[in-house]
């Protein structure tokens, strides 16, 4: 099992650019979700999904855009990147623990510099 | 926000030291979970407890749980090196996972 995997590792954009940053999971978990990490601001929920077809904002979604057309994959898509949107950005997945709570598996991140 | 927040934001200890972190919360939750982060890293899930449950306990880590005070604490015992890390505590209420701001632990050999 590859787990999460997060492609592109690194990028640099210009203001204005787009891109995707990828997001796929082969563990068949319903639950993903994007974050991004900022020094001193931890981790914050962009945009999460509970399966296939269905998606909501978390609490920093402006400037994102995701879609969840198959189980495996949830890419986060900038239109128009902002410098304030330079970060790192982490993918997660879910599963039911054995108390039957969800938890999370990372990937490896994706660190976005946006000039 | 609805973020927790960790306390210290930086510990430095002694390897076979006990580290103890702090989390406070602002709303009610389903479960609190704490993950770590080494540097450069993913997060990895370490200890999950319930909001009915005060006490967990796995190997080195104890997490306690106060919903009346709305914080958790994790202990990590006998403290080794490879602790070296940054901890973060998650409020789960529904579906969705708030992460505090980190504790970075540095465990000196």
């Known amino acids: 099992n590859a787990g999460v995997t997060q492609t592109p590792k690194f990028q640099v954009l210009k203001t204005g650019q787009s891109m995707t940053l990828q997001c796929a999971q082969d563990?068949?978990?319903?639950?993903m979700s994007w974050y991004r990490q900022d020094p001193g601001m931890g981790l914050r929920l962009i945009h999460y999904s509970v399966g296939a077809g269905i998606t909501d904002q978390g609490e920093v979604p402006n400037g994102y855009n995701v879609s969840r057309s198959t189980t495996e994959d949830f890419p986060l898509r900038l239109l128009s990147a902002a410098p304030s949107q330079t970060s790192v950005y982490f993918c997660a997945s879910s599963y039911p623990a054995p108390s039957g709570a969800n938890v999370l598996t990372f990937g490896a991140g994706s660190r976005l510099t946006v000039l | 926000s609805q973020q927790g927040e960790e306390d210290p934001q930086a510990l430095s200890i002694q390897e076979g030291e006990n580290a103890t972190m702090n989390c406070s919360y602002k709303t009610s939750i389903n479960n609190l979970q704490w993950y770590r982060q080494n540097s450069g890293r993913g997060l990895v899930h370490l200890i999950l407890?319930?909001?009915?449950?005060r006490e967990k306990h796995s190997g080195r880590l104890r997490v306690t749980l106060d919903t009346s005070k709305k914080s958790s604490s994790l202990l990590i015992t006998a403290s080794r090196a490879a602790d070296t890390a940054s901890y973060f505590c998650a409020t789960v209420t529904g579906n969705q996972f708030y992460f505090g701001t980190g504790t970075s632990l540095t465990v000196i050999p």
């Open positions: 407890i319930r909001s009915n449950e």
């Open positions: 563990m068949n978990h319903e639950y």
